[in-house]
């Protein structure tokens, strides 16, 4: 069974402390935008908002 092309795979950025910590993935046709996700940061130490990169 082949992968579907929809989809892909994201990199989420810390935005306090800029560093690449979740892999995810996101429907391309769905959501054209970067995505913006508030996760854990374990450098942190807190929940922070996480910004897709490319």
Known sequence: MARN??????TLE??????RNYITT????NDRERIEMKKYCQWERSHTVHKETR
């Open 14 to 19: 810390c935005t306090s402390c800029k560093r």
């Open 26 to 29: 996101k429907n391309k046709v």
């Open 5 to 10: 092309d929809k989809r892909i795979g994201v």
